[in-house]
């Protein structure tokens, strides 16, 4: 496996694959890698003749008083695990590479990022819309892996695919979760022990929900409203958000619930901000 740094050198080896013939996926990350992009790396590899991992901690995405600085990396050990899966390439640019002292482009997706996350982390999805596009552009994969850890996610790169014609396929991958239950996050580091036990509200409170729309709940407010007060039980839990939405367009269900509908929470559990979803088909 090879660590590349710079998109001169990423292009060359792609232009080689391709010439070639080889089918390219591609693994977007911000390193501190686990399970859960373990799991997206190993779909990759089933897929594709060829697999990049990017990891690259980038600082546009990230709001002034959010963890950049503290978010947790290690290069060698992250690579180390995608060489045990079979990734070929790590491509881990610095910062400079990437985004030059004059850069004055930014990709905004309007309605999706304006909700959710979007709205608690002004700016973030203008970021990830950014640095994606970048990366596509520079590595121009023909499928592109991500979690539906971050739903809100998947459906903006759903939408800048289709509405800049990029030529990649998002593939979207379950979300990988601890024995517990708790979904797998680079971010749960941040947690103490007792923290790391409040947690499981966040799993648990979906649990919950999709028991009561099993039972054959359809009222989106009554629904929401259970997720709440199970929440609430947890004293170290502080809710950002708990929605009932489309898991297409990401607009809120206000009333019966139908279709594909998507149930993201953000919680803090002490200081840090714990997300989780699950989706269900009616
Ligand atoms: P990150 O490094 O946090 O930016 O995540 C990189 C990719 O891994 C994103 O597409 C995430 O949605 C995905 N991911 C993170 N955690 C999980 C998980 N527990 N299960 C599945 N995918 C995940």
């Not at 596009?133 to 850890?149: C, E, L, M, T, V």
């Amino acid at each position: 496996m090879m660590i590349v740094k710079t998109i001169e050198e990423i292009r060359d080896l792609v232009k080689g694959w391709r010439a070639e013939g080889l089918s390219v996926g591609y693994v977007p990350t911000m390193g501190a890698l686990h399970e859960g992009h373990k799991s997206l790396m190993e779909r990759a590899i089933a897929e594709n003749d060829r697999v990049i991992t990017s990891i690259f901690v980038n600082p546009t995405q990230f709001g002034p008083n959010e963890d950049f600085e503290a978010y947790p990396r290690d290069l060698e050990k992250d690579a180390a695990l995608c060489d045990s899966v079979g990734v070929h390439v790590v491509f881990a640019p610095e910062a400079q590479e990437l985004y030059l002292p004059d850069k004055c482009t930014s990709v905004h997706i309007s309605g999706l990022t304006d909700v959710l996350c979007g709205s608690k982390r002004p700016g973030h999805f203008d970021g990830v819309c950014l640095v994606v596009s970048k990366f596509f552009n520079i590595i121009r994969p023909d499928k592109a892996y991500f979690g539906q850890k971050d739903a809100q996610q998947v459906a903006v790169m759903k939408r800048l695919v289709r509405d800049m014609n990029f030529e990649v396929e998002i593939v979207p991958c379950p979300i990988v979760r601890e024995a517990d239950g708790l979904a797998i996050s680079s971010r749960n580091v941040y947690l103490s022990v007792e923290e790391r036990k409040a947690a499981q509200v966040l799993s648990k409170s979906l649990k919950m929900a999709k028991n009561v729309l099993e039972q054959g709940e359809r009222n989106a407010p009554i629904l929401k409203a259970a997720i709440l007060s199970c929440i609430i039980q947890e004293p170290m839990a502080k809710i950002d958000y708990v929605e009932v939405v489309d898991g297409e367009n990401l607009e809120s269900i206000n009333g019966e619930i139908k279709g594909h509908v998507l149930i993201p929470i953000a919680v803090y559990i002490g200081k840090t901000r714990l997300i989780d979803n699950i989706t269900y088909d009616l």
